[in-house]
């Protein structure tokens, strides 16, 4: 029986993975632990009537008992631990919901309704770090994936809203205490309808702006606002977020860097769950609707075609409908009128929890199982 480890269990990531592994049944067939940086002793997650203690995320010993690990802790911990562990000589494989290690040469980036194939090929070449792919791009290649398999994308421009819980547990707290923040200050009277709403928008708008509202988190209010930028500023104009849409859209795609240019804005906006991006293309042909149909929805089973009307996109293509999904929504397909050029806008909708981080992390791990 293959012993995995799983941490960040309790985060935002990690605790959508649990309840998927749960879900699917993942667990069978394993000696699961569980890790934790904060309560190491403490009683963890209770699965079925199993209760589980927590073990110390920080003990390169007793993660190197661990056959696969998971985590889904951040950054920094992949940063100070996974060289710690190699270098204790560890072989085991580390699959990881982090950006720290997706571009490491030793790295496989994982989405296998995409790139099924180069995972296959990573496996057998011995490769033992498998990374999940930024969520933004994960959900934007698997609604794009049958245009990808065709070969049909020059470039793109990726304008993406991205959710307060694609920031972790933390931030999207602090959405939620936003909003709460502004209603502790209203009024049934003021809600009401009648008479001139400007002394209304006024009161919310200095509520937005106040000392008071709760930005520990996100430096900024998102709540009635927008926060356009999202990870580090790299100094050339870019986000780092920004940065990884052309960087690892070619690496999951096993393409040479640069081979589908790929750039765009990256926007946080005060959604809870789900991210969107607006994707303009630029296709190497002509492709009317019902080819796109056609070719997006026979890609994967999880992706879902909307078509380019007002009534289907508002009720079937937004975050509200589409959070705790995995189908991911793609729609607003239209010729764009540019220079006559086969250029072409499209929205994707997908639950970042879910295909943009926790499902190809539990997929890895049944894929090395082999289960699929
Ligand atoms: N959020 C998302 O949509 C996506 C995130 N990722 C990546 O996944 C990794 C984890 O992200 P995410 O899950 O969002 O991070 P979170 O901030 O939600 O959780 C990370 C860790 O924070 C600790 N923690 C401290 N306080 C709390 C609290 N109040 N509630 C829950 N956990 C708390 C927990 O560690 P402990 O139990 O050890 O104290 C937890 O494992 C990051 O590298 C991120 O970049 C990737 C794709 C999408
Ligand atoms: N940065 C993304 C989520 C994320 O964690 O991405 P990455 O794994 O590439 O750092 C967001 O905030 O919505």
Redesign the pocket.
């Known amino acids: 029986m293959k012993h995995v480890g799983i941490i960040g269990w309790r985060g935002m990531v990690g605790s959508v993975l649990l309840q998927r592994m749960v879900e699917e049944d993942d667990l069978h067939d394993i000696s699961a632990h569980f890790y934790s940086t904060s309560s190491a002793g403490d009683p963890g997650p209770v699965i079925g009537d199993v209760s589980y203690t927590l073990k110390d995320a920080h003990s390169i010993e007793a993660l190197a008992e661990m056959d696969i690990i998971i985590t889904c802790q951040g950054g920094d911990y992949t940063k100070s631990i996974y060289p710690a562990l190699i270098n204790h000589g560890w072989q085991g494989y580390w699959i990881d919901?982090?950006?720290a290690l997706r571009m490491d040469e030793k790295a496989c980036i994982i989405l296998d309704p995409v790139n099924r194939a180069n995972i296959d090929r990573a496996v057998e070449d011995g490769i033992k770090l498998f990374v999940g792919g930024?969520?933004?791009i994960t959900l934007s290649l698997m609604g794009l994936a049958g245009l990808i398999k065709a070969d049909l994308i020059e470039w793109m421009s990726v304008m993406t809203y991205?959710s307060a819980s694609?920031?972790g547990a933390k931030h999207v707290r602090e959405l939620i205490a936003q909003s709460a923040y502004i209603n502790r200050y209203l009024s049934s009277e003021e809600l009401a309808t009648s008479g001139s709403v400007l002394p209304l928008v006024n009161k919310v708008s200095e509520l937005i702006n106040s000392t008071d509202m709760p930005t520990q988190s996100f430096g900024a209010p998102l709540m009635g606002s927008i926060i356009p930028w999202?990870?580090s500023d790299l100094g050339d104009g870019n986000s780092r977020?920004e940065w990884?849409g052309e960087a690892e859209t070619n690496k999951i795609l096993g393409l040479p860097a640069g081979t589908i240019p790929v750039n765009g804005l990256c926007i946080r906006v005060g959604v809870i769950r789900c991210?969107s991006a607006a994707i303009t293309l630029k296709l190497k042909r002509e492709v009317n609707e019902a080819e796109f149909a056609t070719l997006i929805t026979d890609a994967h089973p999880w992706v879902n075609y909307v078509p380019n009307n007002k009534e289907e996109s508002v009720s079937k293509l937004t975050p509200a409908y589409i959070s705790g999904s995995p189908q991911v929504g793609i729609g607003r397909y239209k010729k764009m009128a540019l220079n006559n050029e086969p250029i072409y806008s499209v929205l994707t909708v997908g639950d970042?929890l879910l295909w943009g981080a926790a499902e190809p992390l539990r997929r890895m791990l049944n894929i090395l199982l082999g289960r699929v």
């Open positions: 919901a982090a950006s930024n969520c933004s991205q694609g920031a999202i990870d977020e990884k991210h970042q």
